[in-house]
């Protein structure tokens, strides 16, 4: 092939696209002066990633609350003719809860009332009903919202120094959320002292009717379905709340009825339930109803891996409190755990948290030693935990509060927690 025959054949391959084997070609065989080549290709970079949006400031604690709500209520994106004869949308309150723990409290009580009232101030679309069952037949709108502490990177780890605001409404008509709220507070003037029902509470677990409510709420969209976790449960969730109001109003027997017609209903064997059994039966002398249900407290603790108990401590020793009205049910506390876990083919980590006041190194050896005695009572009871179960002292590392007040706000912070782990292998 000739050079003339060559350079018209890369032509061709140049315009049909083959540029790179066009320039092989070329220069392996051609003269440069006698070939047309094509421009170089200029590409583009690519463009800067998108800098990540600043967190909002942290306002205020009632400037911050009227933020979240106004954003939930003012940008909801609402089911059209779904607003009933009178226009207004049906919406019932989930009583907002600790991002954390699950517990109400005296703020999140506050931020339930102040929306409520701005909802009658300002969004008449909205009609507010009572949490109960028949208004959840309904499938209205349910606002649900977490309260959680977080420290400077706004994280739940180490001190906390404000609150996380999450709201959102979700449509069980469709099973979706149609609005979100977000602010930070600061923590002055917040006072999160648990409510009676959760500051009577003498256990803590991961329980899957509240992970699904906290998930509903956090890390989620406008769009999103609504937790199965969370939806699933909502009408026992109705039931559990007019229990819960009977007991912080001290109708204790009423109170019993309606925890004892919450487990009856689909998915109602929850946390909250068993607890409210056991405080209920305790509060009218039921003592050995009262130590069962603490059993099925422990049991659903230890399905699901972990348990954590309010033992009070006297201050920097491994012994119980002395004041009777603290520790009176405590042995039996400690009778139901170590009967609960020899019945099961596991072993069990007693693990002791403390507070984050305090040196570190204390912490932990304070722990530690509230953990050795816990676990001694337990195997005095039930000898043959003795190689099923270890002790270990976390410290502060795994605060659920934070605060480091040393008081009822951050009881849980000192808890002792049965943690299910795997057995060693046997050489």
């Not at 003012?74 to 989930?94: C, M, N, T, W």
């Not at 931020?111 to 009232?117: D, F, K, L, Q, V």
């Not at 001190?159 to 008509?173: G, H, P, Q, T, V």
């Not at 109170?255 to 409210?276: D, K, T």
């Amino acid at each position: 092939m000739n050079e003339m025959n060559l350079a018209r054949l890369a032509q061709r391959l140049l315009r049909q696209g083959v540029g790179a084997l066009c320039i092989v070609l070329v220069t392996a065989c051609a003269t440069p002066s006698k070939i047309a080549t094509a421009p170089a290709e200029v590409v583009a970079p690519p463009p800067a990633p998108a800098a990540a949006p600043a967190p909002p400031p942290i306002l205020a604690y009632d400037e911050a609350v009227l933020s979240a709500a106004n954003n939930l209520l003012g940008k909801a994106q609402l089911p059209a003719g779904e607003g009933g004869s009178a226009g207004r949308y049906p919406v019932v309150i989930d009583p907002l809860i600790d991002g954390m723990t699950g517990a109400q409290s005296q703020a999140t009580q506050a931020m339930g009332a102040r929306i409520i009232a701005l909802i009658k101030e300002k969004y008449p679309q909205y009609e507010v009903l009572p949490f109960s069952a028949a208004n959840v037949a309904k499938s209205p709108l349910v606002l649900v919202g977490t309260f959680t502490g977080v420290n400077q990177e706004r994280k739940t780890a180490g001190m906390r120094e404000a609150f996380r605001i999450c709201l959102a409404l979700a449509d069980l008509k469709s099973g979706k959320l149609v609005s979100k709220g977000l602010a930070f507070a600061k923590p002055a003037g917040v006072d999160i002292t648990p409510t009676p029902f959760f500051q009577d509470s003498p256990t803590w677990t991961e329980d899957p009717s509240t992970l699904g409510y906290i998930r509903t709420c956090q890390g989620t969209k406008p769009g999103d379905p609504i937790n199965p976790l969370y939806v699933d449960r909502i009408q026992a969730a109705s039931l559990i709340s007019e229990a819960t109001e009977a007991y912080e109003a001290g109708r204790y027997a009423d109170a019993l009825a309606l925890y004892e017609n919450a487990l009856r209903v689909p998915y109602g064997n929850q946390f909250r339930v068993f607890s409210g059994l056991y405080l209920t039966n305790w509060k009218l002398g039921h003592r050995e109803t009262a130590a069962g249900a603490f059993g099925q407290l422990v049991d659903f603790g230890l399905e699901h891996q972990r348990l954590g108990v309010k033992f009070l401590f006297r201050p920097g020793t491994a012994a119980f409190v002395s004041q009777r009205s603290l520790s009176e049910a405590y042995p039996l506390w400690v009778s139901q755990i170590s009967t609960r876990s020899a019945r099961r083919d596991a072993c069990l980590e007693v693990a002791g948290h403390s507070s984050p006041s305090g040196p570190e190194p204390v912490n932990e050896r304070l722990s530690q030693l509230r953990a050795d005695y816990v676990k001694s009572r337990l195997v005095q009871l039930s000898p043959s935990l003795s190689k099923r179960v270890i002790a270990h002292g976390m410290g502060s590392r795994e605060t659920l509060i934070g605060n480091g007040r040393d008081d009822l706000t951050d009881a849980l912070d000192r808890r002792v927690e049965f943690k299910v782990i795997p057995c060693q292998a046997k050489t």
